[in-house]
Structure formats: structure tokens, C-alpha cells
Nanobody, 127 residues
Framework: QVQLVESGGGLVQAGGSLRLSCAAS????????MAWFRQAPGKDREVVAA????????FYADSVKDRFTISRDNAKNTVYLQMNSLKPEDTAVYYC????????????????????WGQGTQVTVSS
């Protein structure tokens, strides 16, 4: 059974940094793309960043480019999201996600491409 467990959320002032981690178990981690999504109150869940199986290719939403960095350590079965220069509009529940199928030639970013989800971790940025 695939399990994804996020950690690292919290309360931070605007301009601060946080590092989210997502520990995966239940299958061979390195075979699957991973992504971070977020959902703010009253808004749809949206992709923040995604990463290929080998970590060489990444995708970022325009709103977080140059501030957030996604990375993965396949030896530790963990994906990370380093968040710098945080803004109040980054406040949301952050979820890590993994695809059902590993055979992607591109980086998946659509919500319906991800079958497995963590429980989410709250990030609150105060102004």
C-alpha cells in the first residue's frame, strides 16, 4: 500500500522559509514522478511543483518560480519542497502526490494524473 507522509509545515512570517518533506513507502519510489500541490481555503487544489523520476527535470507554477525548489532523494524515498521568500498568498495546505503509472515521458502536473496523496501539511504565512 502506497503511503505518503508530509512534514515541515508551520507558521512563518512573510519573507521567511520552510522546507517540506514527503516520505514515501509501499513501492519503488524512484520509478514515479512526484509533485507538490496546495489548496487554500475556498480555492481549487493547484500544482506547485513537480519532478521527474530521476530528479533531473522539474516544473514550477509561475507563482512560485525562483522562490521554491523541488528535489528528491531516491535513496531516502523522500521528496522535498524548499520554500523561500514566502508570501501570505502562499498560505495553504500542501500535499505531496505520486502518479499511479511511472511511464511518463513528460512531467505530469494535472490533478487527475496523481493517484496517491498525503494527508497534507498546513503552511501559514503571516504578513
Amino acid at each position: 500500500q502506497v503511503q505518503l507522509v508530509e512534514s515541515g509545515g508551520g507558521l512563518v512570517q512573510a519573507g521567511g522559509s520552510l522546507r517540506l518533506s514527503c516520505a514515501a513507502s509501499g513501492r519503488t519510489f524512484s520509478r514515479y514522478p512526484m509533485a507538490w500541490f496546495r489548496q487554500a481555503p475556498g480555492k481549487d487544489r493547484e500544482v506547485v511543483a513537480a519532478i521527474s523520476r530521476d530528479g533531473r527535470r522539474t516544473f514550477y507554477a509561475d507563482s512560485v518560480k525562483d522562490r521554491f525548489t523541488i528535489s528528491r532523494d531516491n535513496a531516502k524515498n523522500t521528496v522535498y519542497l524548499q520554500m523561500n521568500s514566502l508570501k501570505p498568498e502562499d498560505t495553504a495546505v500542501y500535499y505531496c502526490a505520486s502518479t499511479m503509472d511511472g511511464s511518463y515521458s513528460y512531467i505530469p502536473t494535472r490533478l487527475d494524473e496523481f493517484a496517491y496523496w498525503g494527508q497534507g501539511t498546513q503552511v501559514t504565512v503571516s504578513s
